[in-house]
């Protein structure tokens, strides 16, 4: 089992910037990946960035060249930087883990971009 804790969400006016980290904790070696995913009300639950273990980073397109995943193994922390922020930004934002078999998914923290 793998725990996460998400944080850092918060209200930012449209090209603000947030960090969002999320720390680890548990069954942590066994983890192959780590993500970020993005649920914003009625609409469908989006993958906006992961990390694996050897270090390959992927990004939704709508983010790419403003959002940056990065990991601190000392602290077995990962952490999404989010500049230039557009109000479609705006949702729930989840950290991920992937074990072999299994994805643990963190509470969630809200971003909300708005004037």
């Known amino acids: 089992q793998v725990q996460l804790v998400e944080s850092g969400g918060g209200l930012v006016q449209p090209g603000g910037s947030l960090r969002l980290s999320c720390v680890a904790s548990?069954?942590?070696?066994?983890?192959?990946?780590m993500g970020w995913y993005r649920q914003a009300p009625g609409k469908q639950r989006e993958l906006v960035a992961s990390?694996?273990?050897?270090?390959?980073?992927n990004y939704v397109n709508s983010v790419k060249g403003r959002f940056t995943i990065s990991r601190d193994n000392t602290k077995n922390t990962v952490y999404l930087q989010m500049n230039s922020l557009k109000p479609e930004d705006t949702a729930v934002y989840y950290c991920?883990?992937?074990?072999?078999?299994?994805?643990?998914w963190g509470q969630g923290t809200q971003v909300t971009v708005s004037s």
């Open positions: 991920t883990a992937d074990r072999q078999w299994v994805r643990d």
């Open positions: 548990g069954s942590i070696f066994s983890i192959r990946s």
């Open positions: 990390i694996t273990s050897g270090g390959t980073i």
